[in-house]
């Protein structure tokens, strides 16, 4: 089972900046358990371009799809084998990310 | 001859929740499984009145549960049941083994307590799979549209296979904060019953109190060695016991130092006490009890006293004291200055309520409490201003009655 893990931050109230060493312990562990499956921090919400072709020309705005206080910085995907290995580990990587966590299954 | 209807009532007590769990454990599907249980039991009504009921109901009632959720498959084919299909090929499971910590019963609370789920849709799956309850009865116990606790459900079922919530016993490391979900669970149907919310409620819901004792009895028989379990079932029971005196004839909330005590049911308390004494036994030997077994504690000691005058408040807050340390809580602090009120006086009491003020400005027990200390200094005037605070907050409609009537007995 495949899980979209997303790591939400907060632009009124990030999270520390000094995590880097410790997300990239966290992401030895998940590989050598087996779990890891991609990881990726994101660049700032600035940089997001949104594209729309639905209708008869493609329009390119500036900026996120959704302006919110609360943001998208980075994303996991991990393969486990259910919802309560999933709770566990992210309950590790919130506390490793000092950030929120969301876990969302793939289809 | 054995009433068929009885039959099936009982049946439906005793073994709605195995039926359930057993086809949960079969299907992998919450949804096929209650459906088939609910057709099950509506053919037993049936069959058992034109055929007798059957020497094993419970066998029975899972043999038919088991064809009619096979049925439903069929019917449905699927292409993502071929898995389904595929376990209907072996009719005989291998047998789980048995070790009370096993049972699927205990698997199907957990999955419904699972901590990724919303706490109200807890609530209604848990009385609908566990209890057996059905969507009209749970909505009508808690004041809730049909629709609504249908859709709790529905939404709960989907999460639990979208996300895949797996049906089996948690890991160990994460066994005591999943139990502990479940009681909370079982302890907020327990208290939505005993305190039933709402302007044309029963001030008890019996239904609701009851079937949060029959749960707990249940989770009880499964993990017999845990401490807040026996505590959690002592402190329902302990309440329990005092339910037809808390209650005056004209529906009015009495309090516990004017109810008549020899109405409170002794067999209840015997076996809440009982329960007790074990934990008592086990926290002499060095287990820490956790908070429910405090508050049960607590209990004992109110029901020990066969009139308030006995009631031995220092041991009271003595239990209040260590409540505090487990739970710093301002409603605990509440009620441990209720205890603070017998042994050092009202005054000394609101001086330490008063600073829970900020914290629990719309609580009405807080504006209750101090009422009743206010009254007790001769306040009058600002104890009735704290009556009318309480009166205003309260939803159910006992202790409106009772809040009132002290309010109007103020000189």
Known sequence: MRYLVSVIDDKSDPGSTDRQPAIS?????????????????????????????????????????????????????????????????????????DRKIELRPFQ | MIDAREAVTRAHHEEWARVVAALTRRFGDLDIAEEAAAEAFATAVERWRADGVPPNPGAWLTTTANRRAIDRIRRENKRDDRQKEAQMAYDDDPPEPLGAIDDDRLRLIFICCHPALAVEARLALTLRMVGGLTVPEIARAFLVAESAIGQRITRAKAKIKAARIPYRMPSVDDLPARVSGVLAVLFLVFNEGYLASGPDTDPVRHDLTAEAIRLTRLIRALLPRDGEVAGLLALMLLTEARRTARTSASGELVALDEQDRGAWDAELIAEGHRLVRERLAAAAAGVAPGRYQILAAINAVHTSARDIRDTDWSQVLALYDQLVRLDPSPIIALNRAIAVAELDGPEVALAAIDRLEPRLAGYHPYHATRADLLRRLGQSQQSRAAYDRAVELAGNTGETAYLTRRRDQLR
Do not use: H, M
């Open chain 1, 25 to 97: 312990a966290f992401n030895e562990r998940l590989i050598a358990e087996g779990y890891w499956v991609f990881a990726g921090g994101l660049a700032d919400t600035d940089a997001a371009t949104v594209i729309d072709n639905r209708g008869e020309q493609a329009v390119f705005s500036d900026g996120p799809f959704v302006e919110s206080k609360e943001y998208l910085a980075g994303v996991w995907v991990w393969e486990v084998p259910d919802l309560d290995v999933a709770l566990r580990l992210a309950t590790e990587a919130s506390k490793v990310c």
